[in-house]
Structure formats: C-alpha cells, structure tokens
T-cell receptor, first 115, second 114 residues
Framework: GAVVSQHPSWVICKSGTSVKIECRSL??????MFWYRQFPKQSLMLMAT?????????EQGVEKDKFLINHASLTLSTLTVTSAHPEDSSFYIC???????????FGPGTRLTVT | GENVEQHPSTLSVQEGDSAVIKCTYS??????FPWYKQELGKRPQLIID?????GEKKDQRIAVTLNKTAKHFSLHITETQPEDSAVYFC?????????????FGTGTLLAVQP
C-alpha cells in the first residue's frame, strides 16, 4: 500500500520551455502533497505544500509564478516548471501525505535537465 | 524556523558492525521524527519513525532513540550488511499551520564494507 507514482521519470527540455510533472497516489487518497527539490549529494528541500482544491503554500525563496502547482484531486498533483533555465535542472520529488502530513510517501522522482 | 543538523556526513563501517547516525533539531514543538533511506537515484523510503511521546523504538536491526530534553534523536543499525549502504536522512515534523511538514537533515552516506 501507499504507492506514489511520478511521471515522467526523466525529461530533457530546452531553455525557455515549460515542463509539467505529475504526482499520483495510486492506492490511497492524500490530503496533502508536497514537492521537493534535490540537488546532487544534497538533502531534500521542500518547495511547496498543496492541499486538494486550495492554493499551494510555497516555502520562502521559491517563486510561485515559476513553479506552478495544481492539486486537482485527492490523488493527483502537478508541478509545472515555467520558462525553464539550466539552473532549474534538478531531481524533483513529490510526496503524498496522510495523517496531516506526518507520514509521507515519496514518488520515484523526476530528473529534469534543461539545456 | 526549524533547523535539523545531522552527523556524520559520511560513515564507513565493516559488515557486521553497528552504525549510529545522530540528528539534532531546534524547534521544541516538533513531535514526529522519521528516518528515510535513499539509494542512488531512487526515492526516499521510510525505514522507521518515532513520535515525541516515545523514547525508543526498535524494528529488527534498526532502532531510533529520542531525547526530547536535549532535542536530539539517533538511528542505530546493528549487524550492518552491504545492502544497508545508502544515504540516510533524518527529519523533524513541524506544524505549518493547517499542515505539518518535514524538515530534513543534510544526510549521511553510509558505506558498509564487505
């Protein structure tokens, strides 16, 4: 149980384009979904928290107009990186939370490379 | 805000030895402390967690201890095996208004030498 999928697993895009990443909880309903960013050999940095049907809460320093988050249902959240630049290249991981976010189950991550 | 420090950053042990990773947190209101194992290029996987009303929890070769007064918690792995090699992250859960969120430590790269 508690399986989270993420799509795509990797993507290469050109600078200036937008990329959408999907995060789905497959066998449970997640009240909250979280988006993290992880640079090589570094920790997970929380970007934003989203609850179904409401606007995402962004962490300090994260541009909400650049990283658009939509949480359309209790099983789906999307992250769109708009006007991507090479510095946006990173490993993006979502997680689905239960129990008010205490327990989080992570997706497999999406490796984004912007050329 | 909450800050989680983790030590050591790298740890090398011989197969069969024990490994200990320590974390400290700053927000005394934190009440949930999970540990995640992440293999290269893969998702973090929850291996054990502890809530603030408990001082110790054990699951086979893995145990976690929590000292609320000192605001630190530790992961103990006994009888280490090569497949334990990975990056381990501790985290502390803080209240972010209506939603709780995890603040992660910096990670420990554990290498178990056969």
């Amino acid at each position: 149980g508690a399986v989270v999928s993420q799509h795509p697993s990797w993507v290469i895009c050109k600078s200036g384009t937008s990329v959408k990443i999907e995060c789905r909880s497959l066998d449970f309903q997640a009240t909250t979904m979280f988006w993290y960013r992880q640079f090589p050999k570094q920790s997970l940095m929380l970007m934003a928290t989203s609850n179904e049907g409401s606007k995402a809460t962004y962490e300090q320093g994260v541009e909400k107009d650049k990283f658009l988050i939509n949480h359309a249902s209790l099983t789906l959240s999307t992250l769109t990186v708009t006007s991507a630049h090479p510095e946006d290249s990173s490993f993006y991981i979502c997680s689905a939370g239960v129990g008010g976010g205490y327990e989080q189950y992570f997706g497999p991550g999406t490796r984004l490379t912007v050329t | 805000g909450e800050n989680v420090e983790q030590h050591p950053s790298t740890l090398s042990v011989q197969e069969g030895d024990s490994a200990v990773i320590k974390c400290t947190y700053s927000d005394s209101a934190s009440n949930y402390f999970p540990w995640y194992k992440q293999e290269l290029g893969k998702r973090p996987q929850l291996i054990i967690d502890i809530r603030s009303n408990v001082g110790e929890k054990k699951d086979q070769r893995i145990a976690v201890t929590l000292n609320k007064t000192a605001k630190h918690f530790s992961l103990h792995i006994t009888e280490t095996q090569p497949e334990d090699s990975a990056v381990y992250f501790c985290a502390a859960c803080i209240s972010g208004g209506a939603t709780n969120k995890l603040i992660f430590g910096t990670g420990t790269l554990l290498a178990v030498q056969p």
